[in-house]
């Protein structure tokens, strides 16, 4: 049973940075497919980013490119998400997820193909 553990959220300004990170105890983290989402009110979640865990291969949401990254450390069974540049938009609550449905083929973006999740962790962005 997979155990997910947002931690790193807050309240940031406009322009600043934040981290980002989950860590699992509770299942094979190294054969499975890892992603962020995110949510707000009264919207569907939302794929930010996601790494394969065969290849290292990473994918991102059009809206960030270019001012996230993701990354993992096996030997510490975490994945991260260094947020630069953030903007009131990017206020959400961010969920890290595991999936090993997809894990010998294509990488998804569908929340519905994860089946660990975590519990969430909210970013504020003010202007």
């Known amino acids: 049973q997979a155990q997910l553990v947002e931690s790193g959220g807050g309240l940031v300004q406009a322009g600043d940075s934040l981290i980002l990170s989950c860590v699992d105890s509770g299942l094979d983290f190294v054969t499975y497919d890892k992603s962020w989402f995110r949510q707000t009110p009264g919207k569907e979640r939302e794929f930010v980013a996601g790494?394969?865990?065969?290849?290292?291969?990473?994918y991102y949401g059009d809206s960030v490119k270019g001012r996230f990254a993701i990354s993992m450390n096996n030997a510490k069974s975490t994945v991260y998400l260094q947020m630069n540049n953030l903007n009131p938009e990017d206020t959400a609550v961010y969920y890290c997820?595991?999936?090993?449905?997809?894990?010998?083929?294509?990488?998804?973006?569908?929340?519905?193909?994860?089946?660990?999740w975590g519990q969430g962790t909210q970013v504020t962005v003010s202007s």
């Open positions: 997820a595991a999936s090993s449905l997809y894990r010998w083929g294509a990488f998804s973006t569908t929340p519905s193909t994860y089946e660990n």
């Open positions: 790494i394969k865990w065969s290849t290292s291969s990473t």
